[in-house]
T-cell receptor, first 113, second 117 residues
Framework: DVKVTQSSRYLVKRTGEKVFLECVQD?????MFWYRQDPGLGLRLIYF???????EKGDIPEGYSVSREKKERFSLILESASTNQTSMYLC????????????FGQGTRLTVV | AQTVTQSQPEMSVQEAETVTLSCTYD???????LFWYKQPPSRQMILVIR??????QNATENRFSVNFQKAAKSFSLKISDSQLGDAAMYFC??????????????FGKGTHLIIQP
């Protein structure tokens, strides 16, 4: 079974802190994604990576950066957390073919106070 | 840019009955993939069904089937014999074949499905 693991289910951080959200997948997938989920807005793509050290901006990259130093790990970084970044963050991975199923982690609910 | 619209924020159905969730999308591409994902209260997103745009035959997975109308850009999900375990948020998603730029799935806003016992 494919497993995508996010390091925390719940996280509370203070405004201005640097926040790291970690995601690890165990199926050698090339593609990894970070999404943000908000009620009434669905899931929105923050960043996408198709290979080690490669990244592409998604629809809402402002205030975020990412790091992919190893194939299995994709980190989302909030350089200076703000209250409007309070949200659910979902990591996903998939194989390269476009019709491939994306496998998701269980999400990190981040609260910035 | 592609957009995905789910016009039903919430649907309710009696257990054992059939329910249809609506999804429309906007694209200028001729080839793409469409997906339905389910997110139960556990928050774990699970693929329900997928459809390739160039395939005319509607996809089916057990009690789940789609009605894919390419010209109308419509991709509805039918759940037959609804079960309590079907209660979840359902997301319709689109993925381009051609790629380039932001290359993930484009999701709708979701439909919250309630199953009445």
């Amino acid at each position: 079974d494919v497993k995508v693991t996010q390091s925390s289910r719940y996280l509370v951080k203070r405004t201005g802190e640097k926040v790291f959200l970690e995601c690890v997948q165990d199926m050698d997938h090339e593609n990894m994604f970070w999404y943000r989920q908000d009620p009434g807005l669905g899931l929105r793509l923050i960043y996408f990576s198709y290979d080690v050290k490669m990244k592409e901006k998604g629809d809402i990259p402002e205030g975020y950066s990412v790091s992919r130093e190893k194939k299995e790990r994709f980190s989302l970084i909030l350089e200076s957390a703000s209250t409007n970044q309070t949200s659910m963050y979902l990591c996903a991975s998939s194989l390269v073919p476009r019709g491939s199923e994306a496998f998701f982690g269980q999400g990190t609910r981040l609260t910035v106070v | 840019a592609q957009t995905v619209t789910q016009s039903q924020p919430e649907m309710s159905v009696q257990e054992a009955e059939t329910v249809t969730l609506s999804c429309t999308y906007d694209t200028s591409e001729s080839d793409y993939y469409l997906f339905w994902y389910k997110q139960p209260p556990s928050r774990q997103m699970i693929l329900v069904i997928r459809q390739e745009a160039y395939k005319q035959q509607n996809a089916t997975e057990n009690r789940f089937s789609v009605n894919f109308q390419k010209a109308a850009k419509s991709f509805s999900l039918k759940i037959s014999d609804s079960q309590l375990g079907d209660a979840a948020m359902y997301f319709c998603a689109y993925r381009s074949v051609s790629g380039g730029g932001a290359d993930g799935l484009t999701f709708g806003k979701g439909t919250h499905l309630i199953i009445q016992p």
